[in-house]
C-alpha cells in the first residue's frame, strides 16, 4: 500500500501562476521519486532525490526533499499548459525495494 | 531509456474470458513490473516479473488470477483470467535495470482494458 500522502489531491492553476504539491511520509526515507503522468499517457520518471535537503531544478519545476528526509515537494512556476497531468511521488518500501507510488496531484491550468 | 511496447493497446472483452497482454522492450532489463490503474487512481503493483522463475506477487493478486510469464530479458505477459467488469483498468509494464539509470522506472504505453 501506498506509504505517502500526497496533497492537495487536485490542483486548478490559472495559467502563469505558481503552485507546490507535497508527499509526506510518517517514516524517514532512502528516496524518493516524482513521475508525471499526462492524460491519457503513461507515467514518465522526472527526478530522484536521495539526501537531506536536496533541491534540484528542471526548468521551471524544483524539487526537494526535507531535512528530516520525511517530505518532499514540486515547485512549478509560471503553470504552462504543458503542465497539465498528474503528478506522483513514489518512495521504495523498506522490506523489498519495490516502488509505493502516492494517490497523485492532478493539475488542471486555466489559460 | 528503454522503449517499451504493449499489446493490445486496448480490448472490450466479455466476463469470463481471459486477455493476455504483452510487454516488449528494446533491451535486456534487470527487472520487469505489472501495475494496475484503474481511472483517476494511482498506480497499484500486481507482480514482479521474474525470469526464469515463478512471479512475486503483491497481496490481494493471485497467479491463478494474474497469471506472469518472462521467458527471458526483454519480454513478458500478463493474463487476466476468468475476467470480470471489476477487472476494467489501464495494465502497465514497467522496467528497470541493466543499463538503465539507477532506480528510474520506465513505463509502458499501458493497456486499457474493458469488460462487458
Known amino acids: 500500500g501506498q506509504q505517502v500522502m500526497q496533497i492537495p489531491q487536485y490542483q486548478h492553476v490559472q495559467e502563469g501562476e505558481d503552485f507546490t504539491t507535497y508527499c509526506n511520509s510518517s517514516?524517514?526515507?532512502?528516496?524518493i521519486q516524482w513521475y508525471k503522468q499526462r492524460p491519457g499517457g503513461h507515467p514518465v520518471f522526472l527526478i530522484q532525490l536521495v539526501k537531506s535537503g536536496e533541491v534540484k531544478k528542471q526548468k521551471r519545476l524544483t524539487f526537494q526533499f526535507g531535512e528530516a528526509k520525511k517530505n518532499s515537494s514540486l515547485h512549478i512556476t509560471a503553470t504552462q499548459t504543458t503542465d497539465v497531468g498528474t503528478y506522483f511521488c513514489?518512495?521504495?518500501?523498506?522490506?523489498?525495494?519495490?516502488?509505493?507510488f502516492g494517490a497523485g496531484t492532478t493539475v488542471t491550468v486555466r489559460a | 531509456s528503454a522503449v517499451i511496447s504493449q499489446k493490445p493497446s486496448r480490448d472490450i472483452c466479455q466476463r469470463g474470458t481471459s486477455l493476455t497482454i504483452q510487454c516488449q522492450v528494446d533491451?535486456?532489463?534487470?527487472?520487469m513490473f505489472w501495475y494496475r490503474q484503474q481511472p483517476g487512481q494511482s498506480l497499484t503493483l500486481i507482480a514482479t516479473?521474474?525470469?526464469?522463475?515463478?512471479?512475486?506477487?503483491e497481496s490481494g493478486f493471485v497467479i491463478d488470477k494474474f497469471p506472469i510469464s518472462r521467458p527471458n530479458l526483454t519480454f513478458s505477459t500478463l493474463t487476466v483470467s476468468n475476467m470480470s467488469p471489476e477487472d476494467s483498468s489501464i495494465y502497465l509494464c514497467?522496467?528497470?535495470?541493466?543499463?538503465?539509470?539507477?532506480?528510474?522506472?520506465?513505463f509502458g504505453p499501458g493497456t486499457r482494458l474493458t469488460v462487458l
Open positions: 533491451s535486456q532489463v534487470t527487472m
Open positions: 514497467s522496467v528497470e535495470g541493466a543499463g538503465l539509470a539507477f532506480n528510474e522506472q520506465f
Open positions: 516479473a521474474n525470469q526464469g522463475s515463478e512471479a512475486t506477487y
Open positions: 513514489a518512495v521504495f518500501r523498506s522490506n523489498d525495494y519495490k516502488l509505493s
Open positions: 517514516t524517514t526515507l532512502s528516496n
